[in-house]
């Protein structure tokens, strides 16, 4: 087949990047998963938050975080240039939108690491945004991983795991579901759901009509 | 994380292999993007059908297809070991049950290439494959390799595009489409498919009956 642009071509599946959507529960490992292959992969990105909370001394400024002040936190939500935001023991964590047009537009795939709630709002601004979500092996297994992390206490651990429960319940509005039982195969398959994404039969809906119209 | 199985752990992503079912017009190459993945890759299979049909001379048996007398295609029509068959001029065409869960045991993937009507009776028999549909990139371009082949009338080609369009209008009831715009993305993206059918959300329905179980 011919590698020209027709005119009368499907959407392509190539030019735009996609637009991934990552949540899974706190200990799951969605970081540890994710930064290699970021690393390696020039066509994933991660979508960097902004944030009104003051840094911390390792900390820098559009690689951990856009430290922004309140005030211009409130005009990005106010120009709609949140993607999605929150607010959170007094702070707001958000994604502004335009990091993300520019990276899609360069052919990039971008990743948001977000909780449940964002990326429901995500979901409803961006329909062409797939969602994977990041289970661990099995509740005992992520129990464990936050007993072993000894940085919380009992009572921590506990709330935790109620998050968790509540985020595992809403897994069935994502696309994909990666089970990280062990670091390799887990990376491989979130690579896979990440290049997968743009081939999900709902992002080409417009297919039918195009034939219809051509035929 | 460990790699020990636990008693506890979710539905696993690695043991069992994937059925992929593999649809898509006439003449857009469906047997040109999957060959030499299989060659490739030891953990994609295709699935040879049964036929009640006469071997061509350049056919040979149990590697085009399993050549059967119609008696035994009916016996294995009523024992249930028959994954779809439909029958066509004729002659009985199926895919035998047997070999494709003998290779599904062993963990590869194994690929149907199917027509929709078969692929539907795959979906209903087995909820746990994963559908795949390949797109040419455009109606002109599905109509141009047709004309190419030099092998069929005006009539014959006419004929052609009206199922292939009737096949097209079906195809959100697959998981996943491949635009076959050129051979080397289209296999990648195939590939991508093949591997990601396992982690599509629908396949992990029973992870939250799991979770509330569990905690």
Redo the contacts between chains.
């Keep these: ?3 020209q642009p ?1 005119q ?3 959407r ?3 030019p735009r990047g996609q637009l991934i959507v990552y949540s899974g529960p706190s200990g799951v ?1 969605k970081g540890t998963l994710l930064r290699p292959l970021v690393a390696e992969h020039r066509d994933i990105v991660m979508s960097v938050s902004a944030t009104t909370r003051a840094p911390r001394p390792e900390e820098r400024d559009g690689v951990d975080y856009h430290f922004v002040t309140r005030e211009q936190f409130e005009r990005f939500i106010a120009d709609g240039e949140m993607l999605e935001y929150a607010e959170y023991n007094g702070n707001y964590y958000g994604t502004p939108r335009r990091f993300v047009s520019e990276q899609l537009d360069l052919g990039r795939n971008v990743v948001l690491e977000i909780e449940v709630k964002g990326a429901m709002q995500v979901k409803k601004a961006c329909p062409s945004a797939v969602l994977v ?1 990041v ?7 992520l129990r464990e ?1 936050l007993i072993n992390r000894h940085t919380e206490s009992e009572e921590q651990i506990k709330k935790r ?1 109620e998050v968790a ?1 509540e985020e ?2 809403q ?2 509005e ?10 390799e ?1 887990a990376r491989d ?1 979130l690579l ?2 990440i ?2 994404g743009r ?3 709902r ?3 417009n ?2 009509e ?3 119209e ?2």
């Design positions: 087949m011919s590698n027709e009368n071509a499907w392509p599946q190539k490992g979500f289970m661990p092996p099995s509740y005992n297994e991983r795991l429960v595992i319940r897994f069935h994502y696309d994909f579901v990666v089970i990280n039982d062990n670091l195969d398959r896979c759901a290049r997968a081939l999900v039969t992002f080409h809906e297919l039918i195009e034939v219809l051509l035929c």
